[in-house]
């Protein structure tokens, strides 16, 4: 642990959500489980982005989250980066710790987090790290061989670490964040861009400990996205 790494009195989660309908309640339900590890004097929130919804995720967000702290809005950017930036900013400026004390947590409503994702990242925030990257593991309905293939070729170190940059499984000190300039308005490779500028302001870390359960959907909400990727690993399994 950094003797100067400030102490963590929040942890919020943003989770943009384009017509998820079918997929944000299972996450917003395995953010209520994962927060039941977090220490006592640690609070959370979570803050769903909405964007350019034409489904009733928005409903179903509101139905499901915790109105004494969590938060949905509402947005038609249609794009991640700008969604991802709305939120965190909503976050931030309803904390009312300083943003040196509050962890950003980021994933995706077509996601899952195991019950220890917020401890492992403040652990790492402990360690005085200002950014945490994790890996993404396919969920059950993905067809075999493309979960085959995916671990094939999704290479992790020997020691732990990696090479991924997920926006749906990164977390991030919120002055940090700021620092660095947020959330690139794009629709897609938000979560490289911020990355690599966070890494420029102060010690970064991956870790395969840090991971989540997404959709092996092919066809995604950003352009050259996750999923696009996965498209071309059926293309090449097709190809086999």
Known sequence: M???????KHVTTVVPARNEADRIVACIRSLHDARIALPPGVTSSIVVVADACRDATAELAE???DPSRDLVVRGESGSAGAARRLGTATAIERTPATPAHIWVCSTDADSTVPPGWFTTQLDAAR???????????LDSQTDAPVRHEFLRTYLTGADGTHAHVHGTNL?????AYLAAGGWAPIPTAEDHDLWRRLGRLGRTISSVRLSVTTSGRTVGRAPDGFAATLATLVAAVGAG
């Open 63 to 65: 139905t499901h989250i």
């Open 2 to 8: 950094s003797a100067a790494a400030p102490p963590i």
């Open 171 to 175: 977390g991030f000190r919120a002055d």
């Open 127 to 137: 360690r005085g790290y200002v950014a945490i990257a994790g890996v993404v593991r």
